[in-house]
């Protein structure tokens, strides 16, 4: 077998054939559905008579094949397990197809498969071609109509994408329905949905006044999970219209809720497909961070009406165009809805931790790669959030009334076409007149840029010069860089006035809070009439994804966590501090010397507890230190022991000094209110939460008695799960096992819900876990072909960085076992999978080598072109 070759961005052509219509018949059966194919196609007049049709097509037992009603013969065409080549078609024509595929053995869950007993499909990227022999490429769009046939007694409800126009009996207990989508689409945003499905129903009226109807269809049990998605669906529709006056399509809006589903959701035209995690909740069984969660993604798909559907990618490797945009958007929306602060806390926390350490790894990657072998293997942190920084960049620079009214210009001009990256840009470049040629390397170029920042005061001339000078580390594939063009926003706060100085540069006055463009490896800028001495506050609302360095002294941080005017900054000031305070105790813990808690983190810590609050959200991220996944993105060598350690000294050093002040934080946000998911509760809870946990950091009786109160109490899913976790997590087997047996036995019969039982277990710190990962692999309620499963168990273990990164090298055997086991089941979930192994270059030579030994055990195999990908760049 030969190895799976990339395909590059600059091989890139326009199809040869287009599809002006599709016509599909689906004769639902588990092991062999047969799906007639009826394409209206088109030559492009660009390309010669004698081009061949060449369509994708792979996992499919070919029936018949006809062009204009005659029947094609062995001789008129090639087959091989990826393409159907028909070398002579005329310039217009019908392509009749027929092909056998089988539902129920399709554990790769792309194309249609079963799901709990009902049918779905996902089509992104690349999954249309094993339902049909198609052109599966994002820039070929036709209408679409699907007539859908099954069992009147197992699938009641018939799903596609667009409107229903007709429907139904026929003979041996069968019935159809037959869907019209009159917006032209690329295939991967095909959709089908068949089963015992229930459905919740509202309206929405637009801005119009076009009445669209909204279905939520669910497996019975879960018609009480709806109420929020759907909430959080019209909340989308209503701020698309007011923030980018767009206006939803079509008279229906479907979405369905599915149990196996390799990601969080897909937004098909009107049929968006969810997986369960995703969309349902309830206040017994999802926390507020699932609460938010949902609303998010619900978003996210909605928003991919206009940014995504209407206007789509030309090929893969424009994902970004619709990905990153999209992401932007819905990051937007829920900062409008909820704590814009907090919300811009949580996106930049996770960026820096997750989407970093992707930068700085093997498969780092630009925001627009340019060649791929895999492309399911390309929905990554670079691609979706990165690529939203870049458009929040975009957007900052141009400002939002260019932004709106690029944005504008880009849906009106590229309405019904797959488009590129420079097509957006040039939209925003249009309005906005700016020159963004400089700025468009952001999506070419992979890593994360430094900035090395140094400021000096001038006390005769009252000058504050501030040197900034970037760098981007080599990524594979690129060793050399360009200078980018990052936008730093800042201010300068004074030193005795505590408030941000008027900021003048080069003559120029901008106000108290700029942006300086950085476009050079090194600038100066020069602020002029600084009357006291300021402290820098550079970044703020990281403005740029980037990796900032001032050289802060700890007083300068104190000082900036109290002061600064920008709270992303404020909070960032404290995070700064806890990371010089923990770089101590990392370093004392590796050289075996006692450990000593920094006074000034108490002292701020008490300032944050004892003040006046403003926005409870705020103050629970301030109180919250870094987690041990970001800490170890800030050290050169990873020790997973240290940095374990000197945090959990942290904690309790700090719930020691400070333990009245968190109880009486605990006490005054207790409440008996009924659950809400409002912004003011969340707060709250957070806050109370994170009081609790530093109390039990430490164990002591009145801390364990609140938690077990809290647990027992059983008030909604976010206190009992975070209740849960602090028990299960504590050293006491006495505390733990009751509650998880109980928690264990009450919810045995919600799969969402046994996820967090399996995660709680296996991320707590003690050393029992991997033989628990183990005896939970044959647990009734864990299974490998469901991704929300392996997620919850395997792929939260992988987190665990004590028991994970183990010395004996389990640990990585145990994922290694899975993702070899999973190759066969389901590609996609096992390249994702393997992510914490490509990481071995960040830990020590034994664990590297423990490491490198999995990755080289997993190339043995005979590999699907997914892990393939991922395991060459890990050893390369
Ligand atoms: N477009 C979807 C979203 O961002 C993601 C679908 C990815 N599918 C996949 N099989 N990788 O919402
Ligand atoms: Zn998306």
Known sequence: ???????????YQPPAYRVTHTELTFDLDPAATRVKARLLMERNDEVSDQTPLVLNGEHLALISLAIDGTPLTDADYQLNEKNLCIPKVPASFSLESEVEIAPSTNTALEGLYQSSGMYCTQCEAEGFRRITFYPDRPDVMATFTVTVIGDQESEPVLLANGNPVDSGKLENGRHFATWEDPHPKPCYLFALVAGNLHKVEDRFSTMSGRNVTLQIWVEKDNLDKTEHAMASLKRSMAWDEQTYGREYDLDLFMIVAVSDFNMGAMENKGLNIFNSAAVLTHPHTATDATFQNVEGIVAHEYFHNWSGNRVTCRDWFQLSLKEGFTVFRDQCFSADTNSAPVKRIQDVSFFRTAQFAEDAGPTAHPVRPDHFIEI????TL?????????????CNLVGWDNFRRGADQYFERFDGQAVTIEDFVGCMADTSGEDLSQFMRWYAQAGTPEIDAHGEYDYVKSEYHLTLRQRTPATPGQTTKQPLHIPVRMGLVGTKSGQDLALTLEGETLGKDAVINLRDNEQTFVFTEVAEAPVPSLLRDFSAPVKLHFPYSREELAFLLTHDSDGFNRWDAGQRLAMLALDDLIAAHRNGVEKVMDARVIEAFRILLTGPVSDKAVLAEMLTLPSEAYIAEQQPIVDVDAIHAAREFVRQSLALALRDEFAATFEANRSDEPYAPTPEQIAQRSLKNIALSYLMS???????AFCQAQFAADHNMTDVRHALTLLVHSDRDDLSSPALKAFGEKWAHDPLVMDQWFTIQVTRPQSDVLERVQFLMQHPAFSIKNPNKVRALIGAFAQNRVNFHRLDGQGYALLADVVIELNRLNPEIAARLI?????????????QSLMRTQLERIKQEPLSSNVYEVVEKALA
């Open 1 to 11: 077998m030969s190895d799976p070759q990339p395909v590059y961005l600059s091989d």
């Open 376 to 379: 399911t293997n390309f929905y």
């Open 382 to 394: 670079t691609i979706y959030e990165k690529g939203a920084e870049v458009v929040r960049m975009l």
């Open 698 to 704: 430490i164990e002591e009786e009145q801390a364990i």
């Open 835 to 847: 992510t914490p192994l490509t990481r071995w270059q960040r830990f020590d030579e034994t664990r």
